[in-house]
Every structure is written in C-alpha cells, then in structure tokens.
C-alpha cells in the first residue's frame, strides 16, 4: 500500500539510512487533533489533553531536529539555502503549539512541515 | 506529497485519533537496513548497530502494541478474525529480529507489518 | 498471594527468563490509590495526580504487552484460549483508567490483571 | 517468600503510597540470569546481553532510589539506622554488576536487596 | 569561560570520571523559575507548569541520587560524616517542590543543592 | 561557588528562563573521557563503553538542539548570523563521536561547544 513511499533514509547516526518526514507529521495531527478537541473535554481530559499535546510536540521537534543534522546534507543546504531558517522557526511553532489550544497553530505547524517536506522529497530526486 | 494518506486516527488514549501503522514501517525498515549493512560495519559499529537494531526494534512493538490495543475495536475484530494472531506473531517477530543480523528475518518482519497494514486500510474505508 | 510464584523467568528478549504479573499490579494498584485520592487533594496535586496516574497506567500496558507477546507461548494459548482476548480487554482498561477518577475503574482493572495473574501461575506448574 | 508484604503504598511523591522491594528483585534477578547465561550466547547476543543488563541494573538502582527517598522516614531510620549505608552500598552494587558477567555479583546484589526487604517489612509491621 | 570550573569526575559508572553538581542546580533553577511565574501563567500554562516542574524535581532526583551512589566515596564520608543525612534530605525536598508553588521551597532545594556544592568542591581539592 | 555563573535562562517551552551550555559541555567532558580510556578497557567494558557514549553524544545533541530552538532568537542572530551553521555543524559532530574512539573526535567537539559558549555569553551582556 505505502509502496509509492521509498522511504530510503536513515535517522540514527549508523546510519541506517531511514529518514521520512512523516514521522514530524503524523505527531503534529495529533496535536492538531487535540487542540480541535479541546473545548468539548471534560476536565480532567483537559488536563490530559495539555500534556499529551506537550509530548506530542516534542516528539514532532525531535523528529525534525533528527532530519537537520542527520539527514540533510551540504548540498541540499546548497540547492536550498531556506533549510536552517525553516527548519529552526518549524520547530519554534512546535514549541509554541504547547502553549496554545487554538487549532490555527496546530494548522500552521502542519503547513511548515509539508514545506519541510517539499524540500525532502526533491532531495530523494535524482 | 503525502496527501494520499489520510491519517485519521489516534495513538494516546484521549483519543486524538491518529493512527498509522508506517510509524512501525519506518523503524522496521530501520532494522532491515542495519542487518544488510552489518557485516561491512568496523567492530564498534557493529555494537552501536546492535543496540541501535533493539531500539528500533523496541519501536516496531511499540506502535504495534498501540495499534492492537488502542485502535482496533470489537467491530474491527469481527470482520478480521486474525487481529489477535497476527498483532502477536508480527509484536514476536519483532522480538526475533533482534536476535538476528540476516535481512531474511527483517524482511519477514516488514511483510507482516504490510499484512496488518492492509487490513487498517481496510477499516478506513467506509 | 504471589508466593507460588517463583519469579525465574524473562521481561527482555534475551531471553532473561523474569516475568512477573506483579510489576502490572504494582502499577494498576498507584492508580487506583490515586483515584481514591483524588478527591481530597488540592488543585496542584489533582493536575499532578491525572498525569501520574498516566504514566502508571502506560506503565501497566506496557507491563501486560511484555507478558503477552514475550512470555506466552503458542502451547500456553492452547490451553488458555482467552489469553489473546483477555489481555486486548486488559490493556484497554488499562487505557480507560487515565480517562476516569472513578476508584471502581482501577478495581476493574486489578482484577483483570489478577485473572492474568491466575493464568500465568497455572503456566508455571509442571 | 513476599507473601507478607501487602503492598499498598507509594511511588510517586504524591503519594500514592505503593512501594515494594519486589520491583528491584525482579531486576536483579533478570540481572542475574543474564549473567548465568552469558558465556553460553553467541556474539551478538553477548553484546545485547550486556545492554540489557546495564538498563536492568539502572532499574535496580532507579527503584532502591526512589525507596530510600520517598518511602523511608525518619521514624523507619530511627528503629534502622543502618539504611542509609545499605541502601548505598546496594545501589553500589547494583552499578557493580554492570562491569561484570560473573554471577557471584549478582547473587551479592540479590542478598542486599533481600536485606533491604527485610527492614522494608519490618517497617510494615504494626 | 567555564575554564574555572574542573569537571574531572564521572556519571557512567563505567566511570568516565565526569561529574557535577551543576546539572542538579541548573534543574532546581528551573523548577524555582516556574514557582515565580505560577501565579501570573494563564490557565493552560498552569497546567504545563506543574508537568514541567515534575519532570524537573525528577531530574534534580536523579542527578543528586548519581552523585550519592557513584561520585562519593567512603573516604569522602569519613571526612563529611552529614552526606547521607544532606543528600536524603535534599532528595526529599526535590519531591517536595512538586506539592508547592510556592518560591521558598524551590529556593531551599536551591540552597541545599549549594550544600552539596561545597562538599563536592572540598572533595576536588588536593 | 558557582555564583558567577548566573544561569538566567530556559530549557522547556513554558519560558522558565533557564539555559545553560554547561550541560552540553559536560556530557561532550564524558564523550571524551570514554574515547581516552577505551583501548585500556577489558571486553565487555569496551562493549559498555560504546553504547554510553552514544547516550552521552545523544545528550549533547539534545542540549544543542534546545539552545538553537528554544534560546536563541531572531535578534541574537543578527548579531552573529553563524549561529544555524554552527550550531548543525556541532550536533553532526556530536554524531560524529558516536562512531570514533579517537580522542581527536571529542576534543573538537568540546571545542565547537566551547564556541557556541561564547556566543551564548555574549547574548548575555547589556
């Protein structure tokens, strides 16, 4: 089913090889998620939700710092200076979807990360 | 790019409702990787690729233990009888690999990962 | 009660060989105590007690997912076939612990690990 | 042999009153079985072997820790003044058996542990 | 610029040798830092502010409990009888800071953790 | 002792205000000390050693990570515009470590964190 992802990158200083963006998102849906849900909890699930979005967004910055210093390369910086400067102010948004339960953060970070991805993919091009 | 997939799902309880089983793919690949590299590995990398093959190995069960418990419900399991068996053989599997450097079992680990894969998509279909 | 239990078995995937059932009590029996708390405590120590109460009860999912994937073996399964259908219920209780402060809840959950428990210990005589 | 220790006490500063022993043990144990086994595995498996083992004794020490801190008071320390040095010297030990495979360390460890126990069950006492 | 400082000491066990007492203080300025803020954080960050406070109590915890098991030795206790009773002591009140908002808690884990300072530092010298 | 470093800083998203190289500094102290001691080890030592190291670089890596996302800001980079390449160059040589038992390899890591020291310090200044 996910055969038309080759995912053929790595993310553990082997390396091994494996690196794929999507790790970043499927996080930052769930932060997305819970800010969605968030006015309708009860509250202890509110409590809940806060520090199950905090992890949530850590796991999305770890994921994306892994990505800048182990999978991206001089050359790509080369073909795309943006790199450093997206990649720090996407995981300053992961950062501050912690301190917020609007979705339009959420929806932001969501957007960065597909830019993050864009660049991703045209690196896997030969 | 990844727009095909459509992660609408959970993995925390709340429920948040992000699921996908590729977080347990892309570590699986992890694993296959280390093992087809191993033998070229100088001898502390060899070690480091030991450990490194557990932890992924770790994560493989881990998202798959979330997947089985969290997401699949009683309606999921009366339609695919073999959730049970096959969540347990591939969580062992994932267990086995690390006891192994040939890519056989790794692979092995994959296609069972691609087994439950297709019957989560099949549960997102309406 | 635990003392027929000789703890010589395996939590690792060596195999070690150390299993117990009651590190999943150990954990199911913090969350009940902290449901039964819950009430009387401050505002502070109520946030504080919902997100420990998290952290034992993945705690105890994790214990129980250990158990069913790396100690019972397909022999056990055909002579316990609740086993796959009793840990899924078990861990997913372990889930609806974090959602509720309700001590009966807990209760719940320690008798269904007790079941386990009564499992585990028929699988360890001759 | 615990079948005298009910627990129902603490483990989390809040508290939640659960503490027991028998969580070290188990580890110890899973250290000690390690270390039985070891000379009998093959290569990869003796550098897993001694992973697992490191992570099990920082688990030993990590629950003897947390006992010493949150579950002993200064009335336990009265009645036992010799806490304080055991519990020390039996984290040593617990950092000891890391540099070792020779079994002789763990059954060291596992008598402290059982030391401890006893005080531990003493204090339980009415 | 922190050439002054020495850190010639260990946290491994293995022992790498290196130590310092600086790790537990800089988390202790942490947890003091959000007790300051507390009262004045909106309702959501409240919440985080007492999770985040945890996690740094916990650290303060582990890096204090390393230095007791590890770093000291029995001829450092000869010559400073009081550190068992001072590192228990402060251990205890890095669990105490998690039950308080109040900047008085957090500033005497502050001013214990200097305590320990200061017999670290004798032990350093020839 | 330490007062004269005034750690007025932040590590966790809430801001509390607290950051600090030091901490990557003394894990990267570690990284070294491992590299100097390891071909006089004995087997298993050699074993331990390399996967301590892995989590003491992993360590330096996360501290990096945190002062780049977290501590600097927009205006700090305007000042010393280096920061991004400096700091992913020192997080690839914290991976760089995990794979040498060369002291060379930490030395120059220890360098490039004493560089980012520096800056840190002068972003202190009024």
């Known amino acids: 089913m996910f055969n038309f992802i080759k995912p053929v990158y790595a993310h553990c200083d082997l390396p091994c090889g494996v690196y794929d963006p999507i790790q970043a998102r499927i996080e930052a849906e769930s932060v997305l998620n819970i800010q969605k849900k968030y006015s309708d909890l009860h509250d202890e699930d509110k409590i809940r939700s806060i520090f199950i979005k905090e992890q949530r967004a850590d796991l999305v910055k770890q994921h ?4 800048w210093t182990d999978y991206f390369k001089p ?4 073909k795309h200076p943006n790199i450093h400067e997206l990649l ?7 950062g501050a979807v912690k ?6 953060s959420g929806e ?3 957007s960065m990360i ?4 864009e660049i991703f993919v045209d690196t896997k091009k030969v």
Chains 1, 2, 3, 4, 5, 6 share one sequence.
């Open 64 to 67: 994306l710092w892994i990505l």
């Open 75 to 78: 050359e790509h910086l080369e």
């Open 88 to 94: 720090w102010q996407t995981t300053k948004q992961a």
């Open 99 to 104: 301190k917020s339960v609007d979705p339009s």
């Open 108 to 110: 932001k970070l969501l």
């Open 114 to 117: 597909d830019e993050i991805t």
